[in-house]
């Protein structure tokens, strides 16, 4: 131990110079990292975030036969950049080109698997719900116009240089939006916008609701609960006595009733000790501003031998 105190007292300046030096080089390779990372950090946001020009949209058509009449959002007034509005045109465009030569195949691959999963569950159910529907066999046109974030308007006419006919006021519209799945960009058409996970659990006077997800259309949301009731007796969901004691409630406390029509008493109905799950519709169009916090059944009823008994549930989302 003596030595090795002995040997550090005169070696001490070397070895501190030595410690310096290595510590300088650290700290400068560090920072030159930093720089470089920042720099591509830096030029990959501006190549997102730069707002297209009118000449950029130029190209996108002439690149892609799809144009835009402005790369500005009919919404939220937000600039687009000329990459997205490119990819979106690219995407869209191979659907419709798949449709207007007939290959039902290329354009169903084209979805995503919620929309398959939620609309066309077979090419057979495509074919004849979609293709035959906007298409039957003859080529349209269609024009593209930027609605709000990687929803796009597409309005659907017939090609009339191609058939030769009048246009006979033959017009479809829909909204079609861009969704990037492991690094390949598909399609959700229709007006419907996608699938959202949520997985909020909510317990009170042992009733468990999770809200597990929400698929989202233009003009409607539905969401799917799993309902554990603990209870000893039964419990209903909903009395369905008024149209608007099922709601979602948002943030700025508006409500969205439910397609009570739709339901029925067994479909709401909980046995005791029972989980069921149950997918309930909503009148709430959509909006990127919303946000929905509440899944509110006002009229929640338990089931006693004797008397019923009513409660107000509301399940966070």
Known sequence: MQQIRLWYNNHRRKIWITVGIIAAVIIVVQFLNYLVSTTKNNEEANIITLPSTKEDLKEIENETNVSYESG?????????????????????????????EGNIQGAYDLLTDDCKEQIYTSLESFEKAYYQDVFAGEERIYSVENWIGDIYKVDITENMLATGKSNNGYVKQDYITVEKVDDVYKLNINNYIGKTQINKETDKEDIKVNVLYKNTYMDREEYTISVTNNKATSISLDRLY??????????????YPAYTHEMTSPMLEVQS???????????????????????????????????TSTMEFKAEV
């Open 242 to 255: 008024d149209v608007n004691s099922l709601y979602l409630e948002d943030s700025k406390g508006m409500k």
């Open 72 to 100: 500005v959002s009919v919404i939220s007034g937000e600039a687009q950049s000329k990459e997205k509005l490119k990819t979106a045109a690219e995407v869209i465009g191979e659907f419709f080109d798949f449709c207007n």
């Open 273 to 307: 000790k029972e989980t069921k799950e149950v997918t309930i519709k909503f009148y709430s169009r959509y909006t990127s501003t919303k946000k929905i916090e509440n899944l509110v059944f006002s009229d929640l009823v338990i089931w006693n031998d004797q008397l």
